[in-house]
C-alpha cells in the first residue's frame, strides 16, 4: 500500500515537473535574450492607440471576441518582451498539465502513457511560432479553458453526487474558451469521445448514446452558436478569414477540395515535421553550438527514458492504444477546419506561417503518435527509448530556430537602439530607408520571416515614435523600407505608398531618412549625409544616394514613447555605438562643445572601434572649438585603421579649413594632415 502512495505521489509531481522541465529546455533558457519580430510589433502598435486600437485590430483580423484577453494582457504585463516570453511559456505548461490532467482522470493507470502524450503535445515539432508570445499566448489560454472545461466534465460523470457544480464550471469554461481565437475551436469534438470512455461500460450502446448526447448538448450549443456566429452573422474587414463563398456555392467540391489537402497536410503533421529535427548539418560537430545540441538530446533522452521506466506499469497496457487513437481522431481530422473554411492548407503554406494552422490537430497528433508506437512495438523498452528520442530531438530543434530568432532580434533591436539614439524626433511623413549589405545569418529558414520585417519594423517605429497615437487614427507617420542592393531614386520627389492591416503610410522621397547599417561586421548604425559620397569604400548605390540625403527629417528633441522604448529595448546606453550616435547628432547641430566631453566619456570607458569612418564627427569636434592636435591625432588613427579615408578626410579637412579662422595650430594641422592623407587641396 505504501509503495502505491509512493508511486501516486511520484507521479503528481513528477511527471508536471518533467513536461515543465522540457518546456524550459525547448523556450526557457534564451527568454531574457528574445524581444518581438513579425505580428508582435502590430499588436504593440494598436495597443499603443488604447483599447479602440485593439477592438480594429482584432476586427480586422476577425477575432473580436478573443479582443479581452489581449487588453487585459496588456493592462497587466506593459510591453517587457521578457514578461511577455514568460508569460506565453507558463500558459503553455497550464495548457499542457490541464490536458494531462484529462488523459489521467481517462485512463488512470497508464501513466507512461499518459506522461508521453503530454509531453509530446507540450513539444510537438510543427508548432514553432512560441517565439512570438503576444501573438500566440492566447492560445494556451484557449486550450487551458478547453481542458479544464474537459476535466470538471469527466468529473462530473465520476462524481455523480457533485454533478451540478462540476458541469456549471465546465460549462463556464467551454464559455470562456469560445471567446478566444477559433483555432483551437473544434478541438470541442474530442469532449463526446472523453465522454463515452468514461460512462459506465456496462451500458447499452443506446443508452450510452443518449448519455453522451445528454451531458455534451449545452457544450454543443456554446460550440455550434459560436460557429454560426462566427459563419454567418458576422464578417471581418480582412477577407482572407472570411468564410469562402464556394463552401455555399458548391458545397460538394469544397469539401472534396478539403479532403484533396488533408492528406498531404496529415502526412506533414504526422511524418514530415519530424524531418527538421534531424538533419545531417546538425552533425557537424566542428560547430560548438551543434555539440551543446548533441549534449541536450543525450541529457533529455536519458531523463525522459528513465522517468517513463520509474512510472510505467506494464500488467495495465492492453487496449490504451486504440482508445487514445479513437480520442484523438476529432482534433486530427478536424482541427484544421478554421483555416480550411478560410481557403489556407498546410501544404500550399510556408513554414513557418503554417505552424498556426496546425494547433487545433495538436491534441491528436500528440495521442495518435504516442499511440502508434505503443502498439507497432511490443518490447517495452525500445518503444520509450524511440518516445525518448523523439522527444528530445524535439527539445533541441525548438531550440535551434528559437537562436536564430535570437540572432535576428538582436540585429533588429540593435538597430531599433540606435535609431533612437541618434534621432531622438522624426518629422512626420518621413519614409526610412536602411541599406544592409549583410543580413544575420541563420540555420534555417523559420526566421526567415522576420529578417526584413518591413511592416514590422514601420509598426516598431511607428509605436516608438508616436507619443500620443489617435485612437482611431490610420495614417502612420513613418514607414521602414530594407534596402539589401540600391536605393531608389531620389533625385526626383516620388510618391510613396505602404499600407498594413487597417493603417497605411503616404509619403514622398525627398522626406525620407538614408541609413547603412552593417553590424554583422561591427559597424553602426549611420544616417547618410552627403558627406558620405566621398567614402570610396561604401557601396556605389550608397555614395550615389548619399548626394540627395536630407538629415533635415531629423528632429533635436525627444519625441518618444520614452516608457516603452525602455520597456522593450532597455537602456544600454555605454557602448561606442551610443557615444558616436550623440556625437552624429551634435554635429548635424553643429553643437561643437558637446563633442569633446562625448570623446572624455569614450575615454573614460575605454571604447575603440575599427572604423574610421566612426572617428569622423570626433575629428570634426575637436577641430572646430580648436583642439588641433587632437583632430590630427584622430585623423591619423582613422587612416590607419581603415581603407580609403583620404576620399572623405580630405573633403572635410577642406570644409574645415574654410570654415575656421587662420591660426598657426590650424595650419601646421592642415600641413601634417595633407601629408599623412596625400590631399590634393586639403
Known amino acids: 500500500m505504501d509503495e502505491i502512495i509512493k508511486h501516486q505521489r511520484l507521479i503528481s509531481w513528477g511527471t508536471p515537473l518533467i513536461v ?92 507512461r502513457q499518459n506522461f508521453l502524450v503530454a509531453a509530446l503535445f507540450s513539444v510537438y515539432p510543427i508548432f514553432t511560432l512560441q517565439i512570438f508570445p503576444i501573438s500566440f499566448f492566447e492560445i494556451w489560454i484557449s486550450y487551458t479553458f478547453l481542458f479544464l472545461s474537459f476535466y470538471f466534465t469527466i468529473q462530473a460523470i465520476q462524481h455523480h453526487e457533485k454533478f451540478s457544480f462540476f458541469i456549471f464550471a465546465a460549462i463556464a469554461l467551454s464559455i470562456g474558451h469560445v471567446f478566444t481565437r477559433e483555432y483551437a475551436w473544434f478541438v470541442e469534438l474530442m469532449r463526446p469521445v472523453l465522454i463515452w470512455l468514461v460512462i459506465a461500460q456496462k451500458e447499452d450502446f443506446k443508452k450510452r448514446v443518449f448519455q453522451i448526447a445528454k451531458i455534451w448538448l449545452p457544450f454543443f450549443i456554446i460550440f455550434f452558436s459560436a460557429l454560426i456566429w462566427r459563419g454567418f452573422f458576422y464578417t471581418p474587414l480582412r477577407k482572407f478569414f472570411q468564410v469562402q463563398d464556394s463552401l ?14 488533408f492528406i498531404p497536410d496529415l502526412l506533414i503533421v504526422l511524418i514530415t515535421s ?135 532580434w538582436e540585429y533588429q533591436s540593435n538597430f531599433l537602439q540606435q535609431l533612437t539614439w541618434r534621432v531622438p524626433g522624426i518629422e512626420k511623413n518621413t519614409a526610412l530607408f536602411v541599406y544592409q549589405p549583410n543580413l544575420p545569418e541563420i540555420d534555417n529558414s523559420n526566421a526567415g520571416i522576420v529578417r526584413l520585417g518591413d511592416f514590422a519594423l514601420s509598426m516598431a517605429i511607428n509605436s516608438l515614435y508616436q507619443v500620443t497615437p489617435e485612437p482611431t487614427e490610420s495614417k502612420l507617420s513613418y514607414w521602414y523600407y530594407y534596402v539589401g542592393d540600391s536605393f531608389m531614386d531620389l533625385s526626383q520627389e516620388t510618391a510613396i505608398y505602404s499600407e498594413h492591416a487597417t493603417t497605411y503610410f503616404e509619403g514622398n522621397s525627398i522626406d525620407s531618412l538614408l541609413f547603412y547599417y552593417d553590424p554583422q561586421n561591427d559597424r553602426c548604425l549611420h544616417l547618410l549625409t552627403p558627406q558620405d559620397q566621398f567614402y570610396k569604400q561604401y557601396p556605389e548605390a550608397v555614395r550615389e544616394s548619399a548626394l540627395y540625403a536630407n538629415v533635415s527629417r531629423v528632429i533635436n528633441s525627444v519625441v518618444q514613447d520614452v516608457e516603452l522604448k525602455n520597456q522593450i529595448l532597455g537602456e544600454n546606453n555605454q557602448g561606442w555605438c551610443f557615444f558616436y550616435q550623440k556625437v552624429e547628432l551634435a554635429k548635424q547641430y553643429q553643437q561643437w562643445e558637446q563633442i569633446p566631453l562625448l570623446w572624455e566619456q569614450v575615454e573614460i570607458n575605454k571604447l575603440r572601434t575599427e572604423f574610421g569612418t566612426e572617428y569622423i564627427p570626433f575629428v570634426e569636434g575637436f577641430a572646430y572649438v580648436g583642439e588641433w592636435k587632437k583632430a590630427e591625432e584622430l585623423t591619423k588613427t582613422a587612416n590607419r585603421i581603415s581603407k580609403a579615408m583620404d576620399s572623405i578626410l580630405c573633403p572635410i579637412w577642406a570644409e574645415i579649413d574654410v570654415q575656421t579662422p587662420d591660426s598657426r595650430e590650424k595650419n601646421e594641422a592642415i600641413q601634417n594632415v595633407k601629408d599623412i592623407l596625400g590631399c590634393i587641396n586639403p
Not at 484577453?69 to 506593459?78: E, K, T
Request: hydrophobic fraction near 50%.
Open 20 to 111: 515543465l522541465a522540457l518546456l524550459i529546455f525547448s523556450f526557457g533558457f534564451m527568454i531574457p535574450q528574445l524581444g518581438y519580430g513579425f505580428d508582435e510589433w502590430h499588436f504593440i502598435y494598436y495597443s499603443t492607440r488604447g483599447t479602440e486600437g485593439l477592438f480594429e485590430l482584432f476586427h480586422y483580423d476577425g477575432h473580436p471576441q478573443a479582443t479581452w484577453v489581449f487588453i487585459q494582457s496588456f493592462n497587466f504585463l506593459g510591453y517587457n518582451p521578457l514578461y511577455w516570453h514568460s508569460y506565453s511559456l507558463i500558459w503553455r505548461f497550464f495548457a499542457v498539465f490541464s490536458f494531462w490532467l484529462c488523459l489521467r482522470s481517462v485512463w488512470k493507470e497508464h501513466h
Open 274 to 408: 519530424w524531418y527538421e529535427t534531424l538533419l545531417p548539418s546538425y552533425l557537424y560537430f566542428v560547430r560548438p553550438f551543434n555539440v551543446a545540441l548533441f549534449v541536450l538530446i543525450v541529457l533529455v533522452a536519458i531523463l525522459v527514458f528513465l522517468y517513463a521506466k520509474k512510472i510505467d506499469l506494464i500488467s495495465l497496457q492492453e487496449g490504451w492504444s486504440t482508445q487514445a487513437i479513437i480520442l484523438g481522431l476529432p482534433s486530427l481530422l478536424f482541427g484544421i477546419l478554421p483555416f480550411y473554411i478560410a481557403s489556407y492548407s498546410l501544404h500550399l503554406t510556408d513554414p513557418p506561417h503554417n505552424s498556426r494552422l496546425i494547433i487545433g490537430m495538436l491534441p491528436g497528433a500528440a495521442l495518435i503518435s504516442i499511440a502508434l508506437i505503443e502498439k507497432v512495438i511490443s518490447k517495452t523498452n525500445p518503444k520509450i527509448i524511440i518516445h525518448a528520442i523523439l522527444l528530445s530531438l524535439a527539445v533541441s530543434w525548438h531550440v535551434r530556430y528559437t537562436n536564430d530568432f535570437r540572432k535576428v
Open 248 to 261: 455555399f456555392e458548391n458545397p460538394i467540391a469544397t469539401v472534396a477540395g478539403w479532403v484533396t489537402n
